[in-house]
Every structure is written in C-alpha cells, then in structure tokens.
C-alpha cells in the first residue's frame, strides 16, 4: 500500500518506533495481569503502569495518583461528566460547554441532555477564540461543569485556559479541559492552570490507540466523581476492567518523548507550518481559519473559495492525507459544526482544509504538499469547478 | 523453573496475534474514520475482524461491538439493556465476576432495578428452579447468568437457563469471558441476548473485547461521542487490538479440539497426582470435575496446615509456581474471594487456583505436584 504524503496529525499520529519498542516486551515476555498479586507476572506489569502513570503525570504537571487510564480520550469524557453529575446535588444539572467542542463532548452533552441535565452551547467568535464576559455571564448556580477544550482539533485555536480556569474557581464550578490536541504538542499544567479534570489520549501523541487518561484534581474533585465502569476496582475504583498495560507503557513512553523533544519539536514544526501557510495565503482567495495568535504550533486550517469542497479534498487525498474536520464526523460529509460557528458559510466550510504536521514531516514533504495544493487548486479553479 | 498457571487471569499472547497486531502499528496507523487512504485501509481491516469474529461465533457482524474489554463489554450490556428495555428487575447469582456484579448492584443502588440473586449450594450449582419462579414472578426481567465461573470453573448450561428466559420473556445476558475462544459458541442456536469476551483471556492482547447483542435485542449506546461501532461506541476505535482479539479467535478455533484435549489432560494429570499424594485434597466447586468445569481451571483446597496457612500462594511463588487465590481483580484485596465465601467454604482451608493454556506442559504440571508435595509432606 503507498500511502499519500500523511498531514491529518490531528486525527491520530503513527506509533513513534520507539514507543512501539517499549511497548513490545509488555506484549511478549511480560504478560502478567496488573491487579495479579501473587505473582511477579503481576507485579512487573503493576510497575510497568505505575511507572507510565509518573510519565504522564509528569507531561501535565500533575500528581501520579491523580492519572486514571482510560481506553481513550472518549471514555475519559463520559467518565467525567456523567460521574460528576451523577454524584451531584441535584439542583446543580448544567453543563456550559462550546459550540466548538469535539464530537466526544458534544455527543455526551446530548444524550445528558435526553436525561434532563441542562447543556448551554456557547458560541466563538470568529477567530475561534471564546468571549470570557460571555461565559461568566452564563454561569449560573445551576451550572456544575464548564467544559471548554484546550485546543481545537480543527483549528488549533487555544482557548484562554487560565482565565477559564480563575473564572470556574470564583464561581464555585469544575473546570473539565480536553486536552487531547493540546498535552505533548505544547507546554500544559494542570495545576498551574488551575484545571480540575482533563482527559488526554496517547494516540494523538504518537502512542497507540485505544488508551488515554483521566486526569482527576485531587483536591478539588477528590472523590466527588462517580465510576461509569465498575468491576475488579482497578485504578482506585474509578474504571474498572484488566488493564491494557502494553497500551499504557506506550502512553507512558510517548508522554517520556513528548516531554523530551517539545520544546524544539514545537519550534521546527511552527517554522514548517508558517512556510507551508505563508505560501498558501499569498493565492488569493485562500484565508485562514481561527486566530493565528492562540493557536497549536503545527496545525493550519485554510478556506479555499472557488472550489468544491468534497472534489478538492478527493484530489488533495490522492497525494496528501488531510481532512475537512474531524476525522470522527468526516463521514458525514457535512461542513464542520466548528467553522460553522466561526461564521463560515456552508460551501467554504466545505472547502477547509485542516493541515497538521507532525513529528516525521519533513522540509521536503511541506515542499511537495505545497506543491500539490497549489496544482489541484489551479486545476479545479480553473475548471470551474 | 518458572510455571506459569494463570491463565484464568490472562494469557500470554500468541506470537502470531502480535505478528498480525504490528503492522497496525507501524504502517497502518490511520484513524479508521479517516476519509482518505490511511482511514480506509484500517477501517477495511476493522470490519474483516469484524466479519471474522461474527464468522466463528455464528453472528452477524452487525451484532459485534468492539470494546476495550470484557468489563466495559459486561457494564454496556447491563447498563444499557436495563436502560433500554425498561428493566425493572435483575436476577443473577452471588458467584457472578465483579463485572457483572458490582455493576448490577450499581444499578439496584440508584434504583433502577430490584436485584435478586439465586441460591448457590456448596458445589457452587445455580438452583434453575428458583430461577423460573423468579421470572414467573418479575416478568420482563434481565438475568445475568455466566457461562463458566472464573474462580471454581463451574459451567452453566446457556441453552436450558436461555430457553427459561426466552419462555418468560426475559433478557439474558452471559459474561462468556472464560469461555469465548475456549469453547464454541452458536449464537444463532443459543438463546442469549449478549455475551462478552476478552482478547486477552485467549491469547490476544489486553485493552481488547466484544460485545455481541442480539439484533433483535438493540440497546443504547454507553460511551458517546462519534460515531464509532455503528454510533454503539464512541472513540477512536483500538485498532490493533481489534486485529488482535480477531487473530486470537481465529487461532483459538483452528485447533480447538487439540488445544482442549491437550488441557484436560494436563488437567486430569493434575487431578490424580494431588489426589495420590496429597491427603485430604480436596476440589472446590465443580473444578474436579471435567464433565461439569471449564478444562483451564482446577480450584484446589488443601488440608489445613500450619506453614501454609495464608502463605500458600506466597510459598508456591518462593518455588516459581504463579497461580492465584481466585479472580486477579479482586487478588489485591485483603477480604478473599466472594465465590468461595458464597460456597460457604471452610476457612481453615487454604484454595488455590491453577489455570492452565495450551502453552502449559506436563513438566510444568508435574513440577507444581512436586512442589505441593514438598509443602504438604505426607505425616508419618
């Protein structure tokens, strides 16, 4: 299989080689189940996870006992929201999220909502960016969670996370962040920023699939959260069921990595994306999406009028991988929910293109993307299509 | 030596699971949802694991849902079978796993159903009587009945307690976690609603599972956001996880019959060398006996003794013997297991639970009787 030149690091990373190295011993010779006390088949897989809880703690600046793995970032959410207003006063039912959210988010904020917890959408501006005065005004004493995201997976925009955080904490309300796109791209710390519940996912930092993380505050949450998962009490009772304790040493390994390389990675992926971005912009009729002053280091989202959305991304995917939203609704083929919101009209929604770059892009591949967005934009446009 | 005899608790991958898993993990790294080439090259490969697994356990690959696990597989099917059915009333029994048990309680706790659990007797035998007056009583109940027990081995017979339920009109699901991969299953045949597996309980990888339910029988979903496993199961699907459990179950069924004659004699071996030299030996519920327990599993229950009173598993692990107490879960804690305080067994007794795979030899076995020899000398 020759697969296209690969710019959709947003939707999932490859495995990093040396994630997938440490990971391997933990698929062959080390097999044990982690909650096997009797045993050292047991206690060495007991380490291999401890040790990967400290590696991911230590990327969010958080506490080893305040990680909690997940099967991914999705589940992470669910555990979090419903185990929150599961354990809650009852008169305090509402959810205050962003229109801009991922689908994880938003999906579980409906189908709470079919249960009768109140969901209050906000809206962004145009840059992406949301209005603070906005949401401190739809703070109210119904509402228990604001559930804001980091970064967005589209665009990259990074929301004004400590503010967030100050106004959450003055008005007596949990502050759930994902950090999904954000956690290994670019520096994150959860206490520092004053953040009471973030889930992350390894696959989005180059570790495997099928993991992520809960971080859980452990002074403001502490035990106010609810199980969603029960069964054999592993991972201090909040998620139950054997530990996937390969896919965890991966996570820990890709957070070891993440912690290792960002400062410089961040800095050599920013400079690519810039070439990549400057050169598009200069075309007319092509602008960007989302503010460019708050956003990730190695994600560009572009509006290209004058062409067909759907036709363009088949041509640009013959060559590149990339994607017009979210990889989880880019089935639909409907314009992003997210640049909707920005303003975007339905047809140069359409024709968005998320780019993101990532650890094994090189010089050389921006140069070949660039060159074969610039062709099929020409083709297309002057088709006329 | 080192003897490995926990396989109850999990097993060591097969080399081919983990050979098919990698290139997932190298090249084939897209994100299933993807639309471009990297997506569907996995998204293809999802669905052929799909379609395998369906293949073997005669279903549809429309009943298979992809999870990270037998736990997260057990708790959607109850939670949201309630959910979705308008369940008033669970019946299921005190022997169930944690799983299954805790996540019944759960729901009996914040009142969406009343639970009753059947009587189980000193062998750990489920009383099937009870059980259809319980359904008579409460109909359009939800009965959560194992296929085999993960501690003692006792095995439940799915076509006589399913057709019961089919006659009252209840739901059944089974957590077929120590059978699936072990044993067939036909589930056009069998009259169950959802079932459960585990990759990592047949030689796949762990962080894997399926749920499979009846198309007839659809419930809700229990993890949103996107809309992943048919909108069933939100999240960035596992994916070499998904190749793994579905190589695993193809492994498992290629040689089934050998796998298993392989065991049980492992198992019989076992069996009457502890009955020959130890006195007093004794098998916990059906475990010593093959017609009527999984073949992987002998829970062993040995005369009182002094040096091995609340040691034994530390002293077989001094002689590189791992086995285990009763269900990896719950081995942590402190409180023993709950299969054998249900089966009212006698505390001074020390129980032991060897679990065997077909990875396991009859050195392996003999060396473990030598060791019980050497911990249990013979009075003279």
């Known amino acids: ?385 | 030596m080192r003897v490995y005899l926990d396989n109850a608790a999990t097993t060591a991958m097969d080399e081919r699971v983990i050979e098919a898993m990698l290139p997932y993990m190298k090249d084939h790294y897209g994100n299933p949802s993807s639309v471009h080439s990297h997506g569907r090259e996995v998204r293809t490969a999802i669905e052929r694991s799909r379609k395998k697994v369906a293949e073997l356990l005669n279903a549809a690959p429309s009943e298979i849902f992809f999870t990270s696990g037998g736990t997260e597989a057990d708790n959607t099917a109850l939670v949201c079978g309630i959910a979705t059915h308008g369940i008033q009333h669970a019946i299921s029994s005190p022997i169930e796993h944690h799983a299954v048990l805790h996540t019944l309680e759960s729901c009996a706790k914040k009142g969406q159903v009343k639970l009753s659990l059947l009587d189980v007797n000193q062998k750990g035998d489920l009383d099937l009587d009870q059980l259809e007056t319980l359904l008579k009583t409460h109909p359009n109940s939800l009965v959560s009945l194992m296929h085999a027990n993960n501690e003692i081995g006792n095995i439940n017979d799915l076509d006589q307690i399913g057709q019961l339920c089919r006659e009252y009109g209840a739901f059944f699901h089974s957590d077929t976690v120590q059978t699936i991969g072990h044993y067939r299953h036909d589930l056009k045949s069998l009259p169950v609603d959802s079932i459960v597996a585990g990759g990592h309980k047949f030689h796949g990888p762990k962080g894997s599972g399926f749920l499979y339910v009846d198309k007839a029988k659809k419930i809700h979903p229990f993890i949103y956001g996107g809309a992943q496993e048919r909108n069933m199961r939100g999240g960035t699907e596992n994916v070499i996880g998904i190749i793994g459990i579905a190589k695993a179950l193809e492994l498992a069924y290629e040689d089934m019959d050998g796998h298993r004659k392989h065991i049980e004699q492992l198992k019989l071996h076992f069996i009457h060398a502890l009955q020959n030299h130890i006195p007093g030996i004794a098998f916990n519920g059906q475990s010593g006996d093959l017609e009527k327990s999984l073949y992987t599993v002998l829970n062993v229950s040995l005369p009182p003794s002094e040096e091995n009173s609340g040691m034994l598993l530390f002293n077989l692990d001094l002689n590189g013997i791992s086995a285990s107490g009763g269900s990896a879960c719950s081995s942590g804690a402190s409180v023993g297991s709950h299969v054998l305080r249900a089966l009212k067994s006698d505390p001074h007794r020390d129980s032991v639970r060897f679990s065997f795979s077909r990875f396991n030899t009859l050195e392996e076995v003999n060396y473990t009787v030598e060791k019980l020899k050497e911990l249990y000398p013979v009075q003279v």
């Open chain 1, 1 to 385: 299989m020759n697969y296209p030149l690969y710019f959709d690091h947003n939707a999932t990373t490859p495995c990093d080689p040396k994630v997938l190295e440490a990971m391997v011993p933990w698929f062959t010779t080390h097999f044990g189940n982690a909650s096997s006390s009797s045993h050292p088949y047991g206690w060495m897989a007991e380490e291999a996870v401890e040790s990967a809880r400290e590696s991911v703690a230590h990327l969010i600046g958080a506490k080893a006992k305040e990680v909690i793995f997940t099967s991914g970032a999705t589940e992470a959410i669910n555990l979090a929201l419903k185990g929150l207003l599961s354990q809650a006063d009852p008169i305090k039912n509402e959810i205050i999220t962003l229109q801009t959210e991922h689908r994880a988010v938003l999906d579980t904020c409906k189908a709470l909502d079919q249960t009768g917890v109140k969901v209050t959408y906000l809206p962004v501006e145009k840059n992406g960016l949301l209005k603070l005065d906005q949401l401190e005004a739809a703070i109210g004493p119904q509402t228990l969670i604001v559930a804001i995201m980091y970064a967005n997976n589209e665009t990259g925009v990074i929301q004004p996370i400590s503010s967030i955080a100050r106004l959450a904490k003055e008005k007596g309300v949990f502050f759930l962040s994902d950090g999904v796109q954000a956690a290994g791209k670019i520096p994150v710390s959860v206490h520092d920023s004053g953040i009471d519940l973030m889930p992350l996912s390894a696959h989005k930092m180059y570790g495997p699939k099928g993991v992520g993380v809960l971080f859980v505050n452990q002074k403001t949450i502490g035990s106010k959260l609810h199980p969603q998962i029960v069964g054999g009490g592993q991972e201090r009772g909040l998620r139950s069921g054997t530990l996937n304790v390969p896919g965890i040493v991966g996570f820990g390994q890709a957070a070891v990595l993440a912690a290792q390389s960002m400062s410089e990675e961040s800095k050599r992926l920013k400079s690519l994306r810039d070439k990549f971005e400057i050169a598009l912009l200069e075309l007319p009729g092509v602008s960007r999406n989302g503010t460019d002053a708050h956003r990730l280091p190695h994600v560009t989202n572009l509006a290209f009028e004058g062409v067909q959305g759907t036709d363009f991304l088949k041509h640009l995917n013959a060559k590149i991988a990339v994607s017009s939203g979210s990889a989880c609704s880019s089935i639909s083929e409907k314009p992003s929910h997210v640049l909707k919101v920005m303003g975007l009209h339905d047809a140069l929604a359409l024709a968005s293109v998320r780019f993101a770059m990532g650890r094994f892009t090189e010089d050389d591949h921006v140069d070949q993307a660039l060159a074969h967005v610039k062709a099929v934009l020409k083709k297309l446009r002057d088709s006329g299509n």
